[in-house]
């Protein structure tokens, strides 16, 4: 396999430009189309998305965010012998791990500046911008 793909996603993070990939050695999406290439890679369990050749070497799939299950692993087949057009080459297949996109928010103290509407101070009395006055005031 080392021979054809030159290397593939392994963990995918979620969010709008993130996507699976794989990169071939050989130019082999040259004369494919962007509309055929569900034929040759699948998911496991099924992930609905968008297939995209962003060049000749590179396969990308951009997975529908609603489809993932996050902290899930899926099994990705790539079906070798109908991309090579080689009835003796096996599917390669490899996992994809997913992991939620996170973040953490800690705020101990805000309190709003009367005397300078224009801004939200918190605890270390620095000014913060005024568009966190919705999340100060809530």
């Known amino acids: 396999v080392k021979d054809y793909i030159s290397g ?6 979620g969010g709008e430009k ?6 071939f050695n050989d130019d082999v999406l040259k ?11 699948e998911f496991s369990p099924s992930l609905d998305g968008t297939f995209v050749k962003k060049d000749d070497y590179t396969l990308s799939f951009v997975p529908d965010l ?7 692993t899926y ?16 599917d390669f297949s490899f996992d994809v791990e997913t992991i939620a996109p996170s973040a953490k ?10 005397v300078n509407s224009d801004a ?13 006055r919705t999340c100060a005031n809530s």
């Open 75 to 90: 099994k990705c087949t790539i079906k070798m012998e109908k991309l090579f057009n080689n009835d003796k080459m096996p």
């Open 105 to 114: 928010l800690k705020i101990n103290s805000v309190r709003v500046d009367l």
């Open 120 to 132: 939200v101070i918190g605890r270390s009395h620095k000014r913060v911008p005024a568009c966190l």
């Open 31 to 41: 004369n494919k189309e962007e509309k055929d290439l569900a034929q040759y890679i």
């Open 8 to 13: 593939f996603t392994s963990k995918y993070f």
């Open 18 to 23: 993130s996507s699976i990939q794989v990169v």
């Open 66 to 72: 609603n489809s993932v299950k996050f902290g899930s």
